[in-house]
């Protein structure tokens, strides 16, 4: 059998990261089968639709590596409002790959459900649904339709406004084979007759989701588990058409580190927002790739190459029960990936977080990059997000605040005694060749004898003048980054505040 798995986003906003981790189970299973996946778009909920949504979800698998092998084609998106189609077109065999598209086909399969006594149309009001709801809470009973329009001797007429509803059994029971979770029972008698076709002819999730899934020849269905609840209704849609039903596998969900579910309050739930707070993406990848799995027993390993996740990934050895969101974790994996990148590459990584914070102009001019290269070397080992990298080196490319005259005067010195010091520095620093860290520290520990100061005294006042900052990374490539002339003049300034 040929692995086929899907990943069916509502373009109604961004998926949340517990949804992409399972996107990722997705893809994994997929590539270590040597099988397809496959993106499909889920656009019948019309009131909510936002096509500037798509491409913004495709940005994101692609950053995340995250490629399909079938999905929209060029002429679909266009369709469907997307700005810079050809970007995002793959197309299929199988297609369209998106769901306004296929209405046909959902209207074909309702039709057919009604004539095998699988379906019927409902025309009950939203305020008869209401006070039914309400009548049922009140005396305790299950709330659910209570298959008022299938019990009529004359069916409601299609020619008049209706919904059409999945006619559940009454009696027995629904068994879900669950690849995960081994076998669950529903009784049929508390399954609630689920809308199919929506009154605006739109089908609802369940049906679209069974056609598009039998069409395209779905292996496996992988999902997070609080989506079990609905599988023994769509199972009764498959054995209604005659259709071999996929695989389930129910995933757990993912919690905060709190135990509740993941959700704002915790921090970033979207590919955009990890993306933009400088989260590398094969550290993302990683981390997600083991929330709610492992790749065996007394394994201590947790950063892997995407090929070694291939390789050893198992879908049915992943947990039952919930997985935990570790922002802390996240941070050190990240941190990790962080310090494994050349030079280079991190400063690539780390251009759009200068820019953004308009330390570094856009395009980035060529003679900068040594000086980039040099800072990315000096806080790297320090780094978390690369987000982190504009309060570590802003010092280095932007003027700092006035330093004020306490701040100047280390432990034993008085305001005229630092402004020596500061002065013997400052000529120092004029004269050496090159201004590079090498040549720069040992002068300036030989000049604290000359002085007659600490060598705490001279570098923690250097340090204090040149960047405003109690803590940096190596002093001596810190002023090499910031460079002879600027070091030179905020020692200058912060000469003549101890001197005011």
Known sequence: MTVRVRFAPSPTGEPHIGNIRTVVFNWLFARQQEGQFILRIEDTDRERYQPGTIPVIMDGLRWLGLNWDEGPSLAALERSGVDDAQDYAVGGLHGPYVQSERLDMYRDVAQALIERGWAYRCNCTPDRLAKVRERQRAAGEHVMYDRHCRALPVPVSPDEPHVIRLQVPMEGETVVHDGIRGDVTFDNALLDDQILVKSDGFPTYHLAVVVDDHAMEISHVIRGDDWISSTPKRILIYRAMGWETPTYCHVPLVNGPDGQKLSKRHGATSITEFREQGYLPEALFNFLALLGW?????????????????????LFRVNTSPATFSYDKLDWMNGVYIRQLSEQELVERLLPFWQRAGLVRDPCPEAMRPRLE???????????????????????????????????????????????????????????????????????????????????????????????????????????????????????????????
């Open 294 to 314: 492992s790749p065996g027993e007394g394994e201590e390993q947790e950063v892997f190459k995407r090929g070694e996740l291939i390789e050893r990934f198992d």
């Open 374 to 500: 040099l800072a990315a070397s000096l806080v790297q080992e320090r780094l978390k997000r690369l987000s982190d990298v504009v309060e570590w080196t802003s010092y280095m490319f932007a003027d700092i605040e006035a330093v004020p005259a306490d701040r100047l005067m280390p432990k034993g010195l008085t305001a005229e005694e630092s402004a020596a010091m500061l002065r013997g520095a400052g000529d120092l620093l004029a004269q050496v060749e090159p201004f590079d860290a090498e040549t720069i520290e040992q002068p300036l520990r030989d000049l604290t004898a000359e002085l007659g100061v600490s060598v705490g005294q001279l570098l923690g006042t250097l340090r204090w003048a040149t960047t405003n900052e109690k803590a940096t990374p190596p002093l001596f490539g810190t002023l090499a980054a910031i460079g002879r002339s600027r070091v030179i003049e905020r020692l200058d300034t912060a000469i003549e505040t101890l001197r005011a």
